[in-house]
């Protein structure tokens, strides 16, 4: 596809259950990122591959939190037992590549609400 | 860490011009981001800042003074689509992953 895409575009659940977040990133864009952005603030990073690995998950609020990238492409952002707190906008982001200054370019989020 | 700080929120007449600041501290400087966000969308790149001065792209100019730690995103001629979220982002650190500041909420009137 041409651009970043995100899916669901919406989710609502349950507090305790589990949820996945996926992402598809522009094809040929080696970098992956995850933020997480809650009304009125800006986006929050969570995590960021380059390639299959984790590069950077510093911002990944606890352990229910993880994500994965197995092909270097598509990821997926897990969250277990989920809380109130975790309601948000998951939006993930890629760029060609790393370890200089790339623009990001994002996708639509997905819309989490945990009841 | 790093600290971004611009207005919450701006208001401004359709065929104006608007000025949006924004300062941050942080070590290890990189770049500076402007992004766009309607509302429920993503954000949407605007333009990129390394070195001090002014870069023009049509209608958005952006500014940087990395000895001062500040930017400003310049509108011109604003339209009512310009009615947006603008997202000030700093990358520093051997990382470049970009931190973001809250946003700057700017609304155009008639």
């Known amino acids: 596809g041409a651009g970043v895409s995100q899916t669901p575009s919406n989710k609502v659940t349950e507090k305790g259950k589990y949820v996945e977040l996926r992402c598809d990133p522009i094809s040929g864009h080696t970098a992956l990122y995850w933020y997480r952005q809650s009304l009125g603030q800006g986006p929050e990073f969570l995590i960021y591959?380059?390639?299959?690995?984790?590069?950077?998950d510093s911002g990944l609020p606890n352990d229910r939190f993880f994500a994965v990238r197995p092909e270097g492409s598509v990821s997926t952002l897990k969250i277990q037992r989920t809380e109130r707190g975790d309601s948000a906008v998951y939006l993930c982001?890629?760029?060609?590549?790393?370890?200089?200054?790339?623009?990001?370019?994002f996708g639509p989020g997905t819309r989490l609400l945990v009841l | 860490g790093q600290n971004i700080d611009q207005p919450t929120e701006m208001t401004a007449t359709e065929g104006a011009i608007v000025q949006i600041n924004c300062t941050y501290q942080?070590?290890?400087?990189?770049?500076l981001f402007w992004y766009q966000q309607h509302a429920g969308e993503a954000p949407t790149f605007l333009s990129y800042?390394?070195?001090?001065g002014l870069e023009e792209k049509g209608r958005f100019s952006s500014f940087l003074s990395r000895s001062k730690g500040y930017s400003y995103l310049l509108l011109k001629e604003l339209q009512m689509k310009d009615s947006a979220s603008y997202l000030c982002?700093?990358?520093?650190?051997?990382?470049?992953?970009?931190?973001f500041g809250r946003g700057t909420s700017l609304i155009v009137h008639p």
């Open positions: 800042n390394v070195l001090d």
């Open positions: 591959f380059q390639g299959t690995g984790a590069a950077d």
């Open positions: 942080t070590s290890g400087f990189n770049g």
């Open positions: 982002a700093v990358s520093s650190g051997g990382s470049y992953i970009p931190t």
């Open positions: 982001a890629s760029s060609f590549t790393s370890g200089s200054v790339e623009t990001q370019y």
